[in-house]
Antibody
Framework: QVPLQESGPGLVKPSQTLSLTCTVS??????????WSWIRQHPGKGLEWIGG???????DYNPSLKSRVTISVDTSKSQFSLSLTSVTAADTAVYYC?????????????????WGQGSLVTVSS | DIVMTQSPDSLAVSLGERATINCKSN????????????LAWYQQKPGQPPKLLIY???TRKSGVPDRFSGSGSGTDFTLTISSLQAEDVAVYYC??????????FGPGTKVDIK
């Protein structure tokens, strides 16, 4: 069973908002044991962390994307979401949601131990 | 920002031979309070998401074959595949999680069969 699954439009027009949802199974998004992140991979390129959210709803964002990114959690649906505004062709990528362990002692996340299968989002008119 | 670099960009190794991938950070990712290196290694096969292999620089994730090992400390790290198998063909990434304001990955190393 894959514990994470991305969903959302595969095509977004330039200047619009990219919205993706990650449905979590086998773990609670409100659990203090985990940290929930979005990571993207441009075609044929490396990995870029977009941002993440902890059990309390506290978020961290990549400074290069911070002005355009919002990550939120819906505990009732066991989902967390990504919103990226004012997209351009440079935002065309495979978007992954990922889970990692979180320390409630140190209030910090660590590595990513489970990843969704990824969702290709193309920005084009 | 903590910048991660990897070498080589790609390598081809004969089946059963050793593959060595290097990863370097531009500042130490050894956290003094717990004496742990905040480094992970991932394997990504074509069309698949990355898969965690190693964390804390040398701790193998449960289920990962023991031919994969990680070593190093501070700023210099190594992933070793002791005896390359056909199913190990992939791109390998290192990642630092020392800086929680910005997790960063290395550019990746592609491993092929010679």
């Amino acid at each position: 069973q894959v514990p994470l699954q991305e969903s959302g439009p595969g095509l977004v027009k330039p200047s619009q908002t990219l919205s993706l949802t990650c449905t979590v199974s086998g773990a609670s998004v409100s659990s203090g044991d985990y940290y929930w992140s979005w990571i993207r991979q441009h075609p044929g390129k490396g990995l870029e962390w977009i941002g993440g959210i902890d059990y309390s709803g506290s978020t961290d964002y990549n400074p290069s994307l911070k002005s355009r990114v919002t990550i939120s959690v819906d505990t009732s649906k066991s989902q967390f979401s990504l919103s990226l505004t004012s997209v351009t062709a440079a935002d065309t990528a495979v978007y992954y949601c990922a889970r990692g362990p979180y320390s409630t002692s140190w209030y910090r996340p660590y590595y990513f131990d489970y990843w969704g299968q990824g969702s290709l989002v193309t920005v084009s008119s | 920002d903590i910048v991660m670099t990897q070498s080589p960009d790609s390598l081809a190794v004969s089946l059963g031979e050793r593959a060595t991938i290097n990863c370097k950070s531009n500042q130490s990712i050894l956290y003094s309070s717990d004496n742990k290196n905040y480094l992970a290694w991932y394997q990504q096969k074509p069309g698949q998401p990355p898969k965690l292999l190693i964390y804390w620089a040398s701790t193998r994730k449960s289920g990962v074959p023991d031919r994969f090992s990680g070593s190093g400390s501070g700023t210099d790290f190594t992933l070793t595949i002791s005896s390359l198998q056909a199913e190990d063909v992939a791109v390998y990434y290192c990642q630092q999680y020392y800086s929680t304001s910005l997790f960063t990955f290395g550019p990746g190393t592609k491993v092929d069969i010679k």
